[in-house]
């Protein structure tokens, strides 16, 4: 079973503090993505990375960078969290190729403060 | 702009009924259309797939079904059962690109 994993299930931040979220896939997956989700806007994606050290912003990246140093790991980090960045965050990964699913983390739920 | 679009945001179905979602979407460019189950405080299941090739996929309870020319995709689920209860998201993705697009969620509760 394809298992993609993030670190965190619950996290509190405060306020202009830098936050990392870190996500491992562990089926040697080409792609990577980063949502986010909110009431009534559905998933947005942030970030993706389609290969090590590559990266392209979604249709939400301000405030969020990312990064891909191992094919298996892929963090998104906020420079300066903000309080309109609570949300609950997905992390994904996908194979290569067309026509085939992405596998979701369990979500971190983010609250800043 | 929103690519992909699930106009209801919740349905209500009684258990044993059929439960019918419907998305629709926009870029012409798409090829490659998923449902996925999400329950609070977890991540999207997996749920089926069709691509454009087909106009019906069926996986026990659940079919999709496709019409390109209205550019508008549903997911039957039949019968529906209380377990069924979550948020259905559709998502598509076009053969150019690796990303997809989902939209924006359709809350399902299946009433015993």
């Known amino acids: 079973d394809v298992k993609v994993t993030q670190s965190s299930r619950y996290l509190v931040k405060r306020t202009g503090e830098k936050v990392f979220l870190e996500c491992v896939q562990d089926?040697?997956?080409?792609?990577m993505f980063w949502y986010r989700q909110d009431p009534g806007l559905g998933l947005r994606l942030i970030y993706f990375?389609?290969?090590?050290?590559?990266?392209e912003k979604g249709d939400i990246p301000e405030g969020y960078s990312v990064s891909r140093e191992k094919k298996e790991r892929f963090s998104l980090i906020l420079e300066s969290a903000s309080t309109n960045q609570t949300s609950m965050y997905l992390c994904?990964?996908?194979?290569?190729?067309?026509?085939?699913?992405?596998?979701f983390g369990q979500g971190t739920r983010l609250t800043v403060v | 702009d929103q690519q992909v679009k699930q106009n209801s945001p919740s349905l209500s179905v009684q258990e044993g009924r059929i439960s019918i979602l419907n998305c629709d979407y926009t870029?012409?460019?798409?090829?490659?259309f998923l449902w996925y189950k999400k329950y609070p405080a977890e991540g999207p299941t997996f749920l089926i797939s069709?691509?454009?090739?087909?106009d019906k996929n069926e996986d026990g309870r659940f079919t999709v079904f496709l019409n390109k020319s209205a550019k508008h995709l549903s997911l039957h689920i039949v019968p529906s059962q209380p377990g069924d209860s979550a948020v259905y998201f559709c998502?598509?993705?076009?053969?150019?690109?690796?990303?997809?697009?989902f939209g924006t969620g359709t809350s399902l509760t299946v009433i015993p």
């Open positions: 994904a990964s996908r194979p290569g190729g067309a026509n085939t699913e992405a596998f």
């Open positions: 990375s389609y290969d090590v050290k590559m990266k």
């Open positions: 870029n012409s460019m798409f090829d490659y």
């Open positions: 069709i691509s454009s090739i087909k």
């Open positions: 998502a598509a993705s076009a053969w150019t690109g690796n990303q997809f697009y």
């Open positions: 089926m040697d997956h080409e792609n």
